[in-house]
């Protein structure tokens, strides 16, 4: 989310980071092997908010190289 952000790119969020809304969800395009390990805030809010695999609650997960992301809002 942060790094999203730094780019000038707009990401949904009523919850500012906190991990509790899931509007921040980005798909994966490409690169997912360059992002960390779901964490348990994710995997919780992957099952309680139905985020699809491919989708990645972007304010819990830390960017390790190159990736390609979209959303529907873009
Ligand atoms: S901004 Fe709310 S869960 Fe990511």
């Not at 509790?20 to 994710?42: D, F, M, W, Y």
């Amino acid at each position: 989310m942060e790094a999203l952000l730094n780019g000038g790119l707009p990401v949904a969020s009523s919850c500012s980071g906190d991990g509790v809304c899931a509007k921040c969800r980005v798909q994966i395009v490409e690169g997912s092997e360059n992002l960390s390990s779901e964490n348990e805030t994710e995997a919780f809010l992957r099952e309680s908010k139905g985020v699809p695999q491919g989708t990645r609650i972007s304010c819990q997960v830390q960017v390790l190289g190159d990736v390609t992301v979209d959303t529907t809002y873009w």
